[in-house]
């Protein structure tokens, strides 16, 4: 690197906690969320929406099961106070949701805040100011008491304008800047606007303590929620909320160490939109709590149309790899995962005990409305479980596991070639082509009869004839059954070695649409092994089929050899 870090950055100083307890937490149940898409994630977007995409998305919001939503900062823009009169004044807010509201502890920006809510039957005021050392020093030029006496003058006129309305007026208070916070500096803060509010257990107010910008490994971030926690004053009149950004990309980690520090509610948005690197993603938060079989509480089982949503409304796309969401997350191409995978879900179809294990897959797609048809995909990587896998699962064939093998080598030397990947319509094709097609230079069976030999129980006379080169041609064989006497009979009319090694067969489909498949594998009179596969509505001839096919895959390799 041209630029020395090592005098660059500072090393953010570790917490002085030595008898941390929240390592040894577990998350048994889920936090309250509050979204912050309309506040936090709009103020981030290159086009913050219009009234019609906030619309969309507090719809959207309500029905996953959010309680609490963060509308705006009605203050700050027209759109945002315009948007909070919209839902108060058209009675848009279910009796369970509480709408939320940003304002700085600036007296002009709090005055408007209420006029924004007038009307409302109950709302969050989310109050901040930032307490950081950077702040304090750069934006604000102010010391602690300077900084205190700018949350303490929000709040009590906050305190006082919610003694004057008639909505139920809910407080929340957010040292801002708090990872960057001395933690005594942020109890201190913190209690000062408590004696304001004046909290009680039974009317708690909200503490949030963000991580703004991310600073630190999320283990700091959990030891800054315990020692906040374990300082302030009357833990059972607050509740402690996290509002975790993801400057570091551990976001989802540090919130989940937050929420076993103490933490009992988190503001984030969908997908992590938010400023810089994001919010924390609570779609991510609530499905992974999902996974441990705890109920989330929030509805993500449409994930397609919540997509599709997201993307709507800000803009701005949902990776392709994003965790629960993403286009390829349930998708494995590589051959181990697929064969894994194949098998797991073969295992859960036979099993009863409903419960989800398949490997590679932490969660069952199904759940968050995903098909199963995205799990497994074809390119270069893959092996012959995705293959077989596919071919079932569209098309009903029961391939044999040396076919499986055969067929895999055939794609893999097509997907190698193309460096692409190959849909299953193509793969259908390709298995078509390669075992079920006639190709010119073929043979093909025009017709056949069998009859008892006269001579011997159980062994059969088979005349077939035979469509070779355009030519018809006449064959007999004789042999313990149709297929043994047909092998015979080519034999005799090819002059080389032919032999069956392997076959089965499987019926698909009923009534007039039913037919047989054949697999057979064979030894060539050189002793190479290979496959063929036959489908007819009648049995015995998708046998012989199987077998024609695998002799004229025999011959189409001597051929390509001699044109080498
Ligand atoms: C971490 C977060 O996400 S916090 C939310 C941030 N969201 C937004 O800022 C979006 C909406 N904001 C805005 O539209 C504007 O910033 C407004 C309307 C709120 C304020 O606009 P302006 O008054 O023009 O101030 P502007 O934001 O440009 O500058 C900040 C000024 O407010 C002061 N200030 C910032 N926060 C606070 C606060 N909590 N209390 C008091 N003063 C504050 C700054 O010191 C600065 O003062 P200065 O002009 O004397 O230097
Ligand atoms: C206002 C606060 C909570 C905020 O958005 C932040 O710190 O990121």
Avoid at 350 to 363: A, D, T
Avoid at 415 to 439: C, K, M, N
Avoid at 470 to 476: F, G, P, Q, S
Avoid at 499 to 519: C, D, I, K, M, R
Wanted: glycine fraction near 8%; proline fraction near 5%.
């Amino acid at each position: 690197m041209p630029v020395d870090p090592t005098t660059k950055y500072k090393p953010f100083t570790p917490v002085a906690l030595t008898d941390r307890r929240w390592p040894s937490a577990v998350i048994d149940r889920a936090p309250i969320w509050a979204s912050v898409d309309l506040r936090d994630g709009n103020q981030a977007l290159i086009e913050p929406m219009g009234i019609e995409r906030k619309l969309r998305l507090y719809k959207a919001l309500v029905e996953m099961g959010f309680k609490e939503i963060e509308v705006g900062f009605p203050a700050a823009s027209q759109t945002d106070f315009d948007f909070a009169r919209h839902l108060i004044e058209n009675d848009m807010v279910p009796e369970d949701v509480t709408l939320q509201v940003l304002v700085q502890a600036r007296e002009h920006l709090i005055r408007r805040t209420f006029e924004a809510l007038r009307g409302a039957p109950r709302a969050i005021v989310h109050v901040y100011n930032s307490t950081s050392t950077l702040q304090r020093r750069v934006v604000f030029g102010l010391d602690r008491p300077g900084i205190i006496e700018i949350a303490r003058e929000g709040a009590t006129l906050i305190h006082r304008l919610a003694a004057e309305t008639d909505t139920e007026i809910l407080y929340q208070y957010s040292p801002e800047s708090f990872t960057g916070t001395e933690l005594d500096f942020a109890v201190e803060i913190c209690e000062a606007v408590m004696d304001v509010f004046e909290p009680t257990p039974d009317k708690r107010m909200i503490l949030n303590l963000p991580s703004t910008v991310e600073m630190a490994t999320p283990n700091v971030y959990a030891d800054q929620i315990e020692w906040f926690c374990r300082h302030v004053r009357n833990r059972d009149s607050v509740i402690i909320s996290v509002h975790p950004h993801n400057d570091r990309g551990t976001a989802v980690g540090a919130t989940e160490l937050a929420l076993m520090a103490g933490a009992e509610r988190v503001e984030g948005t969908l997908f992590g939109n938010g400023e810089r690197t994001g919010n924390v993603d609570l779609i991510t938060l609530a499905l992974n709590l999902h996974t441990q079989g705890i109920d989330p509480g929030l509805d993500c089982s449409n994930m397609p149309d919540l997509v599709t949503m997201s993307e709507y409304c800000t803009r701005l796309p949902v990776h392709p790899r994003h965790p629960y969401a993403g286009e390829l997350v349930f998708t494995a191409f590589s051959g181990s995962h697929q064969d894994a995978i194949n098998k797991g879900l073969r295992a859960m179809r036979q099993s009863n005990s409903g419960v989800w294990e398949v490997p590679y897959l932490p969660i069952d797609p199904a759940d968050v409305g995903r098909t199963y048809e995205a799990v497994i995909r074809i390119n270069s990587q893959s092996g012959k479980g995705g293959v077989a896998h596919i071919l079932e699962r569209d098309q009903g064939l029961q391939m044999p596991r040396g076919l499986q093998m055969e067929f895999a080598g055939v794609v893999q030397q097509i997907t190698d070639e193309s460096e692409a990947e190959i849909t299953a319509r193509h793969l259908w094709e390709i298995f078509e082509r390669e075992y079920l097609a006639v190709r010119p230079g073929d043979i093909v069976l025009k017709e056949y009869r069998t009859v008892p030999d006269t001579h011997a129980t159980d062994v059969r006379v088979l005349d077939a004839v035979l469509v070779e080169t355009d030519e018809d041609r006449a064959i007999r064989g004789t042999g313990n059954g149709p297929l043994d006497a047909f092998v015979d009979a080519l034999r005799r009319h090819l002059g080389t070695g032919l032999e069956v090694v392997g076959y089965s067969e499987h019926a698909l489909g009923v009534g007039a649409n039913a037919h047989a498949y054949a697999y057979v594998e064979m030894k060539a009179g050189d002793g190479t092994l290979l496959y063929g596969v036959g489908r007819h509505t009648n049995i015995v001839q998708a046998s012989l089929n199987a077998i024609l096919s695998a002799v004229n895959r025999s011959r189409r390799g001597q051929a390509r050899a001699a044109a080498e």
